[in-house]
């Protein structure tokens, strides 16, 4: 005898059922749009940093072979791009990042490497008793190439062999480099540095493109220079329908909103279009906010900043809430290209 199922007892079976189909395909769409990830799955994001942490673990082995990894200026450089590494809030900021110190953490080691090897040059011609007793004014050169190896030039023959087998195996040797020279004056030796005219121009090129490199930053921090980055873009709304005086933004509000963003750490502030400096005002005047002496477009009146956009965002938390006691109404987006023009000044 077949037992008979009411509709009353499958209503509930038949809800449950479809709960859990609805709970499945919500975490499924947020799987898919990388908002949530299935316990024991790794984020993309942890995807990048390890793949950007094996090309840091690369260059501390480029380093150790070259014997600067002990060396503060190659240490210095790869804890900052491991801070940078981990500071870093989506899979693409830590590409930029490792994008970023590539060749300069290759420049660093090169660097150090090769002032390594020119102490070390020094350092051996320096022990060489014959340097000591050696009266008058001489010139020692050294320098390796694929084709021909260490090349020693000693013209005056002031080096012993002992030393000359010193530079050719000493470790510091390895690869190829150019010419090294050390004078010898009575006794004293000193490395020769930029022996020829095209020796000073390319330090000279090399400090005047650090000196533009540290102008461009301090540039941007200061407002001269636009900036592109991460960040959030405000919005405030007058209140719907209202006209008093407590109904629109005024220029206080606007402040506030400033204010709070740069305590959160922002880079850049631009309102209305206007870039924040040191010196810049925002103030009424009638029914127009000026910014930097210039009147902005208002409802809405559009803010943008630079930084980290949860901090930014949560960092105004409180001021939305007040404003909205008015009707006020405050938007909040954010952005991995937020534009925050340069200041320009007033003609």
């Known amino acids: ?17 479809i709960l859990i189909i609805l709970l499945v395909n919500t975490a499924l769409l947020a799987r898919t749009a990388g908002i949530m990830n299935f316990p024991g799955e790794i984020s993309k994001l942890d995807i990048a940093r390890e793949g950007a942490e094996m090309v840091v673990t690369y260059y501390e082995k480029q380093a150790a ?17 491991k801070f940078d590494i981990e500071k870093a809030a989506t899979p693409e900021e830590v590409v930029a990042v490792q994008t970023l110190y590539d060749g300069k953490v290759k420049e660093v080691i090169a660097r ?24 008058g004014q001489g010139t020692i050169g050294i320098s390796k190439s694929e084709t021909e190896g260490v090349v020693i030039s000693d013209p005056e023959g002031i080096l012993s062999e002992h030393s000359i087998i010193s530079l050719k195996q ?6 190829t480099w150019p010419l090294i020279e050390v004078s010898i004056s009575d006794g004293k030796a000193e490395l020769v540095t930029a022996r020829t005219l095209i020796d000073r121009l390319k330090l000279a ?31 405030l709304y007058d209140a719907e329908e209202g006209y008093s005086n407590v109904d629109i933004v005024h220029d206080r509000d606007v402040r506030d909103v400033v204010n709070e963003l740069f305590a959160a750490g ?31 477009s208002v409802n809405p009146i559009e803010i943008h900043a630079i ?41």
Do not use: W
């Not at 938390?317 to 405050?330: A, H, V």
């Open 266 to 296: 922002a880079a850049g502030v631009s309102v209305g279009g206007q870039r924040l400096v040191s010196n810049s005002s925002i103030r009424c005047a009638g029914p127009v906010i000026l910014v930097n002496q210039q009147p902005i």
């Open 307 to 347: 930084g980290d956009p949860q901090v930014l965002s949560s960092s105004l938390d409180l001021i939305k809430s007040q404003l909205n006691e008015f009707g006020i109404r405050m938007e909040i987006s954010t952005g991995k290209h937020v534009l925050v023009p340069a200041f320009k000044e007033k003609k």
């Open 205 to 235: 090129e090399d400090e005047v493109k650090s000196l533009q490199e540290k102008l461009d930053e301090l540039t941007a921090l200061a407002g001269y220079k636009e900036m592109v980055g991460s960040g959030i873009v405000v919005k």
């Open 65 to 81: 072979q070259a014997g600067v990894l002990d060396n503060s200026a190659v240490r210095d450089v790869l804890a900052q791009m």
């Open 170 to 175: 000493n470790e510091q040797m390895k690869g």
């Open 112 to 135: 150090e490497q090769d002032n390594k090897r020119r102490e070390t040059v020094l350092s051996i011609i320096k022990q060489d008793p014959n340097v000591a007793k050696f009266q």
């Open 1 to 17: 005898m077949k037992q008979h199922i009411s509709p009353k007892q499958l209503a509930p079976a038949a809800v449950s059922l």
